[in-house]
Nanobody
Framework: VQLQASGGGLVQAGGSLRLSCAASGRTFSSYVMGWFRQAPGKEREFVAALTWNGSRTRYGDSIRGRFILSRDNAKNTAYLQMNSLKPEDTAVYYC??????????????????WGQGTQVTVSS
């Protein structure tokens, strides 16, 4: 599976952005999708994860209630809708995938495939 993240940009605090993660490969619909982010000088942080059929969705504490992860398997694409953005959301956002749900879904080391990252900058 190859992943291509897009949709990042510059937005004012309180605004919204939608990130996309387009996947190649016929088996995208069977993969767990995740998003992580990394700010300068910080470790990669878990944002959200979603099973192939949407039966399980998990969010990081810092974004819960503001971000929504979804997927369209027919389009081989996952989406991260980011609302009420804050300056502390500024980071490079990465999408990731693995074949089956992992109990430690929040650990970046448990994902096998990664996109190249897209920059999100939130101004105050």
């Amino acid at each position: 599976v190859q992943l291509q993240a897009s949709g990042g940009g510059l937005v004012q605090a309180g605004g919204s952005l939608r990130l996309s993660c387009a996947a190649s490969g016929r088996t995208f619909s069977s993969y767990v999708m995740g998003w992580f982010r990394q700010a300068p000088g910080k470790e990669r942080e878990f944002v959200a994860a979603l099973t192939w059929n949407g039966s399980r969705t998990r969010y990081g504490d810092s974004i819960r209630g503001r971000f929504i992860l979804s997927r369209d398997n027919a389009k081989n694409t996952a989406y991260l809708q980011m609302n009420s953005l804050k300056p502390e959301d500024t980071a490079v956002y990465y999408c990731a995938a693995r074949q089956i749900w992992h109990v430690h879904y929040y650990n970046a080391g448990n994902y096998d495939y990664w996109g190249q990252g897209t920059q999100v900058t939130v101004s105050s």
